[in-house]
């Protein structure tokens, strides 16, 4: 009997599916995937709230975010932006309700601390909140 070569043309749903069977028994993975992103993808909203405006070094503020995304918000990411510019990441949260308990460091009196939030959204765009200013008292 002659031996039959698959081409793969003319191939129907069938004999995809037959080879996807037999790559699965033989422990081989079928992996299917859809990209995110694209022209119609919009990247995430974030907005930030704080349990308080002012505080005593030590004091215990929580931040909150509410984060919005088309096709799903990947994390939640908290930052201190510091008097040189350069941002401190103080800690992420993955999943709902977005909030972060940070303790006011020793600064002066009358400090203003500025915190921000970054959304990130399942293709891996992203967004900043404005920013929520506390007062070190």
Do not use: K, W
């Not at 191939?11 to 081989?28: E, I, M, N, Q, S």
């Not at 990247?43 to 005593?56: I, K, Q, W, Y």
């Not at 009358?110 to 070190?136: N, P, W």
């Amino acid at each position: 009997m002659p031996r039959r070569r698959f081409s793969g043309r003319g191939a129907g749903p069938a004999a995809v599916t037959l080879v996807a069977v037999a790559l699965v028994a033989c422990g081989g993975g079928v992996y299917l995937g859809f990209g995110l992103g694209g022209p119609a993808d919009r990247p995430p909203s974030v907005a930030l709230a704080a349990s308080a405006t002012e505080g005593l070094p030590g004091a215990t503020v929580r931040l909150l975010a509410a984060a919005t995304d088309d096709f799903g918000v990947d994390r939640v990411s908290f930052y201190r932006r510091e008097p040189n510019g350069t941002d401190t990441l103080l800690g992420s949260d993955l999943a709902e309700p977005y909030q972060l308990d940070v303790t006011l460091p020793a600064s002066p009196a009358g400090t203003v601390l500025r915190h921000f939030a970054r959304a990130v959204d399942v293709a891996g765009q992203s967004a900043d909140s404005a920013a929520v200013d506390i007062t070190v008292r």
